[in-house]
């Protein structure tokens, strides 16, 4: 297949954040034939050269569907994810590590030509000391505390084994930053602080001050600027992983100023007691495992997408999440079960 073209696309987990994005980029691409959305619930989208298909890859019994949606693929962007229940590690390994395992069989199966996965910078094992950036190969054994930075690192593995036992299907890791736009924000929203958090709460005039503490340090990309990153490697003939963040690297002071609120600095262990305390009774749904993963998360060195892919964010990270809290404060979302949104304003 010409790496410049791409007929048939097909992407998991296209309802979600990224998925939303990319198959809305996709459609007006004119190297890309057509696309197929995977999703366990068909959404409301309708776009140009899109079909929808509903599928549970955490389901064996989906499994000859899959391969089904799968035969005619000349290209694999897996994307399907679940973020939670976070107090049930079974039901997102089922989903995340499962899951994926059965659409890589099925890629294989089908000897589809390309296939690009989701990684994340929660695959990563914890950064150096005096916290420089990490290029690709930084090793990926993620932090063991959390569901989430754990079955991302499983699938490292996973496709490390994939790639020796595949070497003609071409293999593509993406390990972005964190990723925001306003149409993703009700859905983040549910996922991080919980359901019954109002969103409409984050307003500068209601936080005079923002908690600040050791390890507060993280990148953030626009969501559409991923999608981008993504479209470039279907388009062009590169393997391997790809990490992708946008400046500036955010943190305490950086968070004061957005939200015009004063830094307080605090112990992290208050913090997380804090956070504990919530998840345990359920008001929130980040746990503290993600809570530490994050202080240990290292920052990433984005040369190589820059270089290979010609890839620049359109977006810088303050210009994401800005349009990230509007998208909270507003109750935005998307046509999709996982974004679906509720505007208060």
């Known amino acids: 297949m010409n790496p410049s073209a791409v007929p048939r696309v097909v992407v998991t987990g296209a309802t979600g954040n990224v998925g939303t994005s990319l198959v809305r980029l996709l459609s007006s691409e004119p190297?890309?034939?057509?696309?197929?959305?995977?999703?366990?619930?068909?959404?409301?989208?309708?776009?140009?050269?899109?079909?929808?298909?509903?599928?549970?890859?955490?389901?064996?019994?989906?499994?000859?569907?899959?391969?089904?949606?799968?035969?005619?693929?000349?290209?694999?962007?897996?994307?399907?994810?679940?973020?939670?229940?976070?107090?049930?590690?079974?039901?997102?390994?089922?989903?995340?590590?499962?899951?994926?395992?059965?659409?890589?069989?099925?890629?294989?199966?089908?000897?589809?030509?390309?296939?690009?996965?989701?990684?994340?910078?929660?695959?990563?094992?914890?950064?150096?000391?005096?916290?420089?950036?990490?290029?690709?190969?930084?090793?990926?054994?993620?932090?063991?505390?959390?569901?989430?930075?754990?079955?991302?690192?499983?699938?490292?593995?996973?496709?490390?084994?994939?790639?020796?036992?595949?070497?003609?299907?071409?293999?593509?890791?993406?390990?972005?930053?964190?990723?925001?736009?306003?149409?993703?924000?009700?859905?983040?929203?549910?996922?991080?602080?919980?359901?019954?958090?109002?969103?409409?709460?984050?307003?500068?005039?209601?936080?005079?001050?923002?908690?600040?503490?050791?390890?507060?340090r993280f990148q953030v990309l626009h969501t559409e600027d991923a999608a981008d990153a993504y479209r470039r490697v279907l388009l062009r003939d590169v393997r391997g992983p790809f990490n992708l963040a946008a400046e500036p690297v955010i943190d305490g002071a950086t968070l004061g100023e957005l939200l015009n609120a004063r830094p307080v600095r605090v112990p992290a262990g208050a913090v997380r007691g804090a956070l504990s305390a919530a998840w345990r009774l359920r008001l929130a749904s980040a746990s503290p495992g993600l809570f530490d993963a994050l202080r240990h998360m290292p920052l990433l060195a984005t040369e190589r997408a820059r270089r290979e892919l010609e890839w620049e964010p359109s977006r810088s990270s303050l210009d994401a999440l800005e349009e990230f809290l509007r998208g909270v404060r507003t109750g935005a979302g998307d046509d999709t079960g996982p974004l679906v949104g509720h505007r208060i304003g």
Do not use: C
Request: net charge neutral.
């Open 31 to 216: 190297r890309v034939g057509s696309v197929l959305g995977l999703a366990r619930r068909r959404p409301g989208l309708e776009l140009p050269g899109v079909e929808w298909a509903e599928v549970d890859i955490s389901l064996e019994r989906d499994e000859p569907r899959l391969a089904r949606y799968l035969a005619d693929a000349d290209a694999v962007v897996h994307l399907a994810w679940r973020f939670g229940p976070t107090h049930d590690p079974v039901a997102t390994w089922r989903t995340n590590v499962l899951g994926a395992v059965r659409v890589f069989d099925a890629v294989a199966a089908a000897r589809v030509p390309v296939l690009v996965h989701a990684s994340s910078v929660g695959a990563y094992s914890p950064g150096p000391e005096g916290g420089a950036p990490v290029s690709e190969a930084w090793p990926t054994h993620g932090w063991p505390g959390a569901a989430y930075t754990r079955e991302k690192a499983y699938l490292e593995r996973v496709l490390d084994t994939f790639e020796r036992d595949h070497p003609l299907i071409r293999v593509v890791r993406m390990r972005p930053a964190f990723l925001f736009k306003e149409e993703s924000a009700s859905g983040q929203r549910r996922i991080f602080a919980g359901r019954f958090f109002p969103g409409s709460l984050i307003r500068p005039d209601l936080l005079p001050m923002l908690p600040e503490f050791e390890g507060l």
